[in-house]
Every structure is written in C-alpha cells, then in structure tokens.
C-alpha cells in the first residue's frame, strides 16, 4: 500500500472514527446534563497503518491482548534514549477511565519491529484515576514513517480505540501522511539522559 493509499485509508477511517454528534449530544436528556459542565474533550482520533505486518488483534468487546502485562517495554540491553511517557484515559467529559487496556507497539531505536516475538510490545491496565506509564526508548524511524508508537486502547467492555502517538520537533512529521497533530504528546523534555513525555487519551465514551 502506497503513502496516498494510506492517507487515503486514514480519511476514511478518521471519518468512521468521528464522534457521532448524535451520540454526544443525544437529546434534552444528555444537553441538560451537560449544561454548564466544562466543554467536551475531543476524541483521540483513529490512526491505523499497514508499516506494522503484526495482524490485528481482535477487537471485539472480550479482547485479549496476547503482548505480556508489563509497563516497561524496554527489553534489557536495548539501545536507544529512555523514554517515560504516561498520562491517563479520559472520557469525552474528562472523567477517569479505570482499568482501561492500553497495548503499546513499536520499533526499537534503529527502526525494527520485533514480528517474531514482542520486544517492544506490552500491554498494562490504567489504575483507579485512569493512569498508565509506560517505560520504552524513542522508536527509530520505520522506512517512509516519522517517528512513532502505535496503542490500542479499550475501557472495559467497549471498542477499541487504535491509534498512534507522535513526538514534537521530529523533522518527519511534515513528510508523514498518517501524522496527525492530535496525537502529539505533550511536555515533551529530557530529565537527565531520559525523555518523558504526556498524553491523555480520550476515548469516545
Ligand atoms: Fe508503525
């Protein structure tokens, strides 16, 4: 699949992926209880992409990610800049999402994806205030992609959310059909040697 066939893809997917507003605002009911409340957090968007030759997981509402329970990813002796990044899993009303499932992927720091076995794959649940954090290197940079770490992310007994996350200051980014700001992370810095990063995902909820 070509770059234009991907972004191509990703519109379409982005539309598919579009809070309905029917749904957010379904009727007096819902606008009432609304009302005066603080604005709705837009949905983190849906970005899926064929660079990844890992089959889908499921992704209906029993799920089970078969990457191990872990929240680092970092495989012993890796190469790369550490990197922490966490944040939590929201609704659109900004309330907590507690024991959401969060998968992370990605390559290692010269660009590789492990499709054999799951060096720089895990997944790990949000805590009781929707946290994760997950402990990781900087990915490399995949042939024709900007730098990036691929997630699923699930509330209990709902859909599941694929997407991906992206980083500031990468000069890639311009050049990527699939990059989106939206899912930009966020406080971006170094601590010491390490990079730490933020970012909430919003789940259509
Ligand atoms: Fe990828």
């Not at 709705?40 to 799920?63: K, N, Q, R, S, V």
């Not at 922490?84 to 907590?96: D, E, S």
């Not at 590789?112 to 290197?137: E, I, K, M, P």
Request: aromatic share 8%; hydrophobic share 40%; charged share 20%.
């Amino acid at each position: 699949m070509n770059e234009r066939e991907l972004t191509r893809r990703r519109l379409l997917e982005l539309g598919l992926a579009l809070p309905p507003v029917a749904a957010v605002f379904a009727g007096a009911d819902a606008f009432v209880r609304n009302a005066g409340a603080a604005p709705m957090l837009a949905a983190t968007p849906m970005i899926l992409d064929a660079d990844d030759p890992t089959p889908e997981l499921t992704e209906g509402p029993y799920f089970t990610a078969s990457s191990p329970r872990r929240r680092s990813i970092l495989p012993a002796g890796a190469a790369g800049k550490r990197l922490t990044l966490t944040g939590r899993v929201l609704t659109t009303a900004g309330q907590p999402i507690s024991r959401a499932l969060i998968d992370f992927w990605q390559c290692d720091a010269t660009g590789v994806y492990d499709n054999s076995g799951y060096r720089f794959r895990g997944h790990q649940f949000t805590d009781a205030r929707g946290r994760y954090s997950l402990t990781t290197v900087v990915p490399g940079v995949y042939p024709g992609r900007t730098k990036h770490i691929h997630v699923k992310v699930q509330a209990p007994r709902r859909s599941v959310l694929t997407t991906q996350l992206f980083f500031p200051g990468v000069a890639g980014n311009g050049a990527d059909g699939i990059f989106t700001r939206e899912c930009l992370v966020s406080g971006w810095r170094a601590v010491g040697r390490r990079r730490v990063g933020r970012f909430d995902f919003v789940l259509d909820l």
